[in-house]
């Protein structure tokens, strides 16, 4: 549930560049309000995750995944929506996802329309 005081910032979190500037990009084309960050630690460390409305996150990345990034903010009981982006997932990191409350996980290359689609149900959330 997405607090009433967070804005609608919608939050890239991917260690490939192109990837995070190209999903910002769409994010800003369609009026929402993007920022990216290279790691999950230095999302966590910014401070953003108050002001997160939705999450958008790779699986496997350098230091911090974005399943136990998931894992991190379940325990600290800061629920945003997640939507999980993957070149390298499987069925078992999907159930494990989406049984942490994921609200989508899709496979790169994936459709911007279906992206959107799920961030726009997140933030409805």
Same mark, same amino acid.
């Given at each position: 549930?997405?607090?009433?005081?967070?804005?609608?910032?919608?939050?890239?979190?991917?260690?490939?560049?192109?990837?995070?500037?190209?999903?910002?990009?769409?994010?800003?084309?369609?009026?929402?309000?993007?920022?990216?960050?290279?790691?999950?630690?230095? #999302?966590?460390?910014?401070?953003?995750?108050?002001?997160?409305?939705?999450?958008?996150?790779?699986?496997?990345?350098?230091?911090?995944?974005?399943?136990?990034?998931? &894992?991190?903010?379940?325990?600290?009981?800061?629920?945003?929506?997640?939507? #999980?982006?993957? &070149?390298?997932?499987?069925?078992?990191?999907?159930?494990?996802?989406?049984?942490?409350?994921?609200?989508? #996980?899709?496979?790169?290359? #994936?459709?911007?329309?279906?992206?959107?689609?799920?961030?726009? &149900?997140?933030?409805?959330?």
């Amino acid at each position: 549930m997405v607090d009433q005081n967070r804005t609608k910032l919608v939050v890239i979190v991917d260690d490939d560049d192109s990837m995070r500037s190209a999903v910002q990009d769409l994010l800003e084309a369609v009026g929402l309000p993007a920022r990216g960050f290279a790691s999950a630690e230095e #999302f966590l460390s910014s401070g953003k995750q108050h002001e997160t409305a939705c999450l958008i996150t790779d699986i496997r990345m350098p230091g911090m995944s974005g399943l136990d990034l998931q &894992a991190h903010l379940n325990a600290e009981r800061c629920r945003i929506p997640i939507i #999980f982006i993957t &070149a390298h997932g499987d069925e078992k990191m999907r159930l494990q996802a989406r049984r942490e409350g994921a609200v989508e #996980f899709l496979s790169k290359p #994936f459709d911007n329309e279906v992206l959107l689609d799920g961030v726009r &149900a997140a933030l409805e959330s």
